[in-house]
């Protein structure tokens, strides 16, 4: 079931998200990897720019998280993590339409690096679409990432 997470509980939510983030090492640029990939001061800055973590548990354990976050006139998906266990069994569908019925606002935006094409796949499968390269510059506003990030992502 899906439940919202206490900001109380970053370490559960560290764990789904370091977990998961593994399948990056190798893939995306060496100078972007690093281990733990999020460290909880990263994890509480997130949580005090106003994202808002959901979960999927199965009994007690934390399966699958994903934050939204209302930025300006949009919205953000941002963290999108499912245990490795538990991957591919519709968990990151199940917490994204969740997310997106919660959204206030029209434009409903995500970002991933390039080199992650499984999880193009993932929100080309529920509907989002690709922004040329070309549009992408007018988003950066909303997230908060450094341009070395942001240049080896898409949204
Ligand atoms: C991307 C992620 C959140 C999707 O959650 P999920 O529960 O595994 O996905 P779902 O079961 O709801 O949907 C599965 C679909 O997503 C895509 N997908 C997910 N994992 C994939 C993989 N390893 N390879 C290829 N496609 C994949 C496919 O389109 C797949 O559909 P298919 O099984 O019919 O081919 C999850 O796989 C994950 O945590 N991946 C590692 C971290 C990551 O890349 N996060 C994205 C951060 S923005």
Redesign the pocket.
Known sequence: MIRKIRSTDSAVILNVIND??Q??KGAIPPDCWKEPYMTSKELEKELERGVEFYGWFEGDVLA?V?GIQPVKDVTLIR????LTS?????????L?NHLVGLAKTQEIY????TA????V??Y??NGFELIPKEGRSKLRRYWTVSDRHAESSVC
């Open positions: 998961a983030a399948v990056y699958a994903m963290h999108a993590y499912v538990h991957q591919r069994r519709g968990l990151g569908e199940k994204l995500v970002e991933t690096w992650a094409r499984w999880a796949q993932f080309q499968k």
